[in-house]
């Protein structure tokens, strides 16, 4: 009966979890609804650089793994393509992190503020600048480790205002800031700031059922500060001035499944992080921002000044996050067992280093973790197997104090003593390997590395879906094989129908989950099998496993 117990627990502890991400993602579906009904009910201005690109045209910035497009009104990034990253496997186009297409727009804008400052707000209106470029294209030539590419405004009050773009040979860290040539006669101050800006609903195709849409994976804003490290802002939560923080250093994003965009201050360099957008530039109706303002610099009459930031726009690369500022790396959202799938993210990329191929990865590193727990495995088993024992004790202690339920659990504590068995022992085991499996799953779903990475044969993707649910299948018959293996069978008509149940219950489930995370568990059942098989063998020689004693034979 304790493996049944045990079986309930784990499947318990499964389900809860399956519906905490699905009530995460109603929460995030209601709130976008929310959104969707306020964007119909309510219209306003847009921001005074949507719709002019095609009127003051734009420049293209390429790199070897980037391509941005820059808008020539305010000097935006409205466009950037990952170019080592397809769309999907069937479409080999680069992934666009940012872009503004249709009733969309993600987009990295910045400016300049303050007393010489050229993007404006007046009367809840903004006014941009118009830049020159000298071609309309930039690439980084063969042989070439960096390009900077530059874009003039004349103020026409003595003042030229340069804002340029710093991109280096395989980085997605780009460098961008302004030179401010202060030709008149006094002196003059700036500070910039830098933002993100997107609509809170997705375009048809990318939300909750397409393949872009993965279950439990969060998509929104977050930022970093000297008070909190690591902190998410839901879109739920922009309502104008919920944000506005005072820092030295630190950083905003905004987040999505595998791929981050951020603006980066420098340590300690004192700024602010906002959300309050009304401040910067008008807004859309459905877009969410979130800013940082950078510190003030004077420019004195007659001389130059600069001021500069750093912006990620790229995949979540943990050493290359890590290294572009402290804590950035934290958007790879392990959860709060992100300690433990850290290591195991180390390890599995040990292992693919070696293998080359992760779904050989997965399966060296799930081997590894259930090897790691052999032990605390066979105590659970012992456990049972001693229960077992004790089981027609304890059945006869119960009918003896039906009646008197104190004595029964004085005579139940006493029999334990005696028999050297611990009731909760087959418990405990099951509690220590319970955060090592959803810490590797937190690994998995969170490794951009696993994006379009193929197994083998049908499996091309192991970020996604098996598309024939054969990884599924196998796995709802090796979790059948585990129950048929159980020595205790079930007597209660319920409980039966339970355990039926839980083949296909859990195989549908599993139906919609990436193929990495079910070849994890696919992996970890028939090392179960193999693993009962061993235990119950050494049980059966140690005496403490229940054998079916033998009928007579007929003569």
């Not at 990436?514 to 009962?532: D, E, R």
Request: include cysteine; charged fraction near 20%.
């Amino acid at each position: 009966m304790e493996t049944q117990r045990t079986w309930y627990l784990l499947g318990l502890i499964a389900l809860s979890f399956m519906i905490l991400m699905a009530w995460g993602d109603d929460q995030r579906a209601a709130a976008a609804a929310k959104q969707r009904a306020e964007q119909q009910a309510v219209s306003g201005p847009a921001l005074q650089t949507a719709g002019t690109d095609a009127e003051s045209g734009t420049v293209t910035i390429k790199t070897d793994v980037l391509e941005l497009r820059v808008s020539l009104h305010g000097g935006d990034i409205i466009e950037a393509k990952l170019l080592k990253y397809p769309k999907t496997t069937e479409d080999s186009s680069p992934f666009e992190l940012l872009r503004r297409s249709g009733d969309f727009s993600f987009t990295a804008p910045s400016g300049l503020m303050g007393k010489g400052g050229i993007d404006v707000v007046k009367d809840g209106k903004s006014s941009r600048p118009l830049y020159q470029a000298s071609a309309k294209s930039f690439v980084l030539k063969d042989g070439q480790d960096s390009i900077t590419v530059p874009l003039t405004f004349d103020a026409g009050n003595g003042i030229t205002y340069t804002k340029f773009f710093e991109l280096s040979r395989g980085s997605y860290r780009i460098s961008t800031g302004y030179t401010v040539k202060n030709g008149s006669s006094a002196d003059t101050s700036v500070y910039m700031y830098g933002g993100l800006r997107q609509n809170v609903l997705l375009p048809e195709g990318e939300g909750e059922g397409s393949s872009f849409y993965v279950a439990g994976s969060y998509r929104g804003a977050a930022y970093s500060s000297d008070d909190e490290k690591y902190e998410k802002l839901p879109f739920d939560k922009f309502d104008g001035d919920s944000l506005y923080i005072s820092s030295k250093g630190g950083w905003v994003s905004m987040l999505q499944h595998y791929f981050v965009t951020a603006w980066i201050s420098g340590e300690k360099e004192p700024i602010t992080i906002t959300s309050d957008y009304e401040k910067l530039s008008r807004t859309d109706d459905g877009v969410s921002g979130i800013y940082v303002v950078y510190p003030e610099t004077t420019v004195k009459a007659g001389s130059e000044g600069q001021v500069k930031a750093s912006l990620w726009i790229g995949p979540k690369l943990k050493n290359e996050l890590a290294e572009a500022a402290p804590y950035l790396d934290r958007t790879l959202d392990y959860g709060w067992l992100w300690f433990i799938s850290e290591f195991l993210v180390w390890l599995m990329n040990i292992i693919h280093s070696a293998v080359m191929n992760w779904g050989i990865a997965i399966i060296c590193i799930t081997l590894i973790v259930r090897l790691a727990m052999f032990k605390l495995t066979k105590a659970q088993y012992v456990s049972f197997a001693k229960m077992r024992l004790v089981a027609p004790k304890l059945k006869e202690l119960q009918e003896r104090y039906k009646d008197n339920k104190e004595e029964l659990q004085k005579q139940m504590m006493e029999l334990y003593r005696k028999e050297h068995v611990n009731p909760l022992g087959g418990c405990f085991p099951i509690l220590i390997q319970m955060p090592i499996f959803i810490a590797l799953y937190w690994a998995l779903m969170e490794s951009v590395e696993l994006r379009q990475a193929p197994f083998v044969l049908w499996i091309k993707d192991l970020s996604i879906y098996d598309p024939y649910f054969i990884l599924p299948i196998i796995y709802g018959v090796s979790l059948l094989l585990i129950q048929k293996m159980t020595p205790t069978p079930v007597t209660d008509p319920m409980q039966k129908k339970i355990m039926m149940a839980m083949p296909v219950v859990f195989t549908l489930m599993f139906c919609t989950f990436p193929a990495g995370l079910t070849l994890y568990w696919c992996v970890s059942n028939i090392f179960t099998i193999v693993q009962q098989k061993v235990i119950y063998s050494q049980l059966e020689k140690m005496g403490l496993q229940q054998r079916t004693p033998k009928k007579p034979k007929q003569k």
